[in-house]
């Protein structure tokens, strides 16, 4: 089976900085949920980024076979949709359908088909009775959830989220994985938590310091690596 | 800090709230030039401007008292020019800047308020202002509250370290000159994540419109409607 996404020896520095991404080697199958785990700073939304195109390395990136070049970035952009971690950054429009709608307008759907498209995907994110708000007068939950359904709205073959559970409380967090888990993209979820991204991949990645380190079925990574919230209980005071 | 009333007020519904956003600008034009240009010492000319802007405040369904303090803030603006004007031995000039002022304010209150921000922008577009100055405006809109609201956590952090901007002693000048460049470099970072952010959906430079508004009869009458009573005013 052809993979979605392939990336072999990617290398990226910012500016004259030190290497931040050291040769990552990654593919992405249709229909898989995959989890990336890994340290602040190790270069995972680097690596995310350089999933359509907005940042280029020396190395290999396709999707879908088209490499990342300029010529390709229109469809490839199409077919990736990513979410990224603050969702203020994302919702840049009025209103949270002008925002749903941007996407498939740019698309050069014509305003009533953008704007059908962007109904369901508000409709698939719970969002559809918000249409008309302003992002400032949205909770984190529906924020995030409108950020999504302008990804979904240009319908993508793959969704990358980057740490989608920020500012999330656990009801918001269960939301979301419900949400994901019906969604029927192939996944690439950067997450620091443990519990979210068991309920939502089958297969993890870890990185550190710009290079996958080790991978597995995201349960067992996870306890191999140790690389969960858990902690012994507090003792009740004396 | 993350509510303006304005902005609430001009989602509400009403006749006026229904209309093209074209069709209220070219009203509130029309009232703008008749107010600018009447003469002064004739107080029964800008009474009947008043009644043309109260009908609209009710027409809109508008707190009448919000709509009038709202109005208030050209006063101290105008109260200077009529200070000059009084100075200068010119009394009735005097009063009637600082009514004509109080009275465009006014037009400007109720266009805001019955005009969502981004639908007017998309009625000056259509009347030639360049779209780069209004997406700018529109971005601008849509991250004030958010950068003041960074702002506004910087200074509850430093003042639960005990500092503060107090900009009378040195210390405070400088803490003031960092927390700006902070801010700065912050909403710098910002705009670039937005940006990428644009560019990831699709963006190629074309700022795209979702609904190009349509211009019905209501939106013809309340145009001509309002332009006739303004100049009625101005010239009887
Ligand atoms: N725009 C940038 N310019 C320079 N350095 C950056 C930029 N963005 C990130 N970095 C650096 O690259 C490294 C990896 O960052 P990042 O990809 O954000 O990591 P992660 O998402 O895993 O926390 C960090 O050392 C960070 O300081
Ligand atoms: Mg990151």
């Known amino acids: 089976m052809e993979p979605l996404i392939e990336v072999q020896g990617l290398h990226f520095r910012y500016d004259s900085g030190p290497e931040v991404l050291r040769g990552v080697n990654f593919r992405l199958f249709p229909g898989e949920s995959v989890a990336l785990l890994g340290p602040n700073g190790s270069g995972k939304t680097t690596f995310v980024l350089h999933l359509n195109g907005l940042l280029r390395g020396e190395g290999l990136v396709r999707v879908c076979g088209l490499p990342t070049r300029p010529e390709h970035l229109p469809s490839i952009r199409r077919k990736v949709g990513i979410l990224f971690q603050d969702p203020d950054e994302q919702l840049f429009m009025p209103t949270v359908l002008e925002d749903a709608a941007f996407g498939p307008l740019n698309l050069g759907l ?14 698939l994110t719970g969002m ?36 989608p559970t920020t500012y999330l409380d656990p009801p918001g967090r269960r939301e979301l994985a419900d949400l994901l888990r019906r969604l029927p993209q192939a996944k690439l979820v950067v997450t620091h938590d443990a519990t979210f991204a068991c309920a939502t991949t089958t297969r993890a990645v870890f990185f550190r310091e710009g290079r996958i380190e080790s991978e597995g079925p995201t349960a067992e990574l996870i306890r191999r690596l140790g690389w969960d919230e858990r902690l012994p209980p507090a003792e009740p005071a004396p | 800090m993350r509510h303006l009333v304005l902005e609430d007020w001009s989602r509400k519904e009403s006749w006026l709230h229904a209309r093209d956003p074209r069709a209220k600008l070219m009203a509130a034009v029309a009232l703008l030039l008749a107010i600018g240009t009447s003469p002064a010492g004739s107080p029964s000319r800008l009474a009947g401007y008043a009644l043309l802007l109260l009908a609209g405040v009710i027409i809109a369904d508008l707190p009448v008292r919000g709509v009038w303090l709202r109005a208030c803030v050209v006063l101290p603006f105008a109260g200077v020019f009529g200070v000059l004007a009084w100075l200068a031995g010119e009394p009735g000039r005097a009063a009637a800047v600082g009514v004509k002022s109080y009275l465009s304010a006014w037009t400007l209150v109720l266009l805001a308020a019955t005009t969502p921000l981004p639908a007017l922008l998309r009625g000056l577009a259509s009347f030639g202002v360049p779209r780069f100055l209004l997406i700018v405006i529109q971005l601008l809109y849509r991250y004030l509250f958010v950068i003041a609201e960074q702002a506004h956590h910087m200074r509850l952090a430093a003042a639960s370290r005990g500092g503060g901007f107090r900009l009378r002693s040195r210390q405070g000048w400088r803490a003031g000159a960092g927390a700006v460049a902070t801010l700065f470099a912050r909403s710098h970072a910002r705009a670039e994540a937005i940006h990428r952010a644009m560019l990831a959906r699709g963006y190629r430079g074309e700022f795209p419109l979702a609904s190009p508004p349509r211009f019905g009869l209501g939106d013809a009458l309340l145009s001509l409607w309002a332009s006739a009573a303004a100049a009625a005013l101005r010239l009887a």
Not at chain 1, 110 to 123: I, N, W
């Open chain 1, 110 to 123: 014509d305003p009533p088909r953008a704007l059908h498209a962007a109904q369901e995907a508000l409709a």
């Open chain 1, 128 to 163: 559809s009775a918000a249409w008309h708000k302003a992002p400032y007068h949205l909770s984190a939950g529906e924020k995030r959830r409108a950020a999504l359904a302008g990804v979904l709205a240009m319908r993508p073959e793959i969704l990358v989220l980057d740490e």
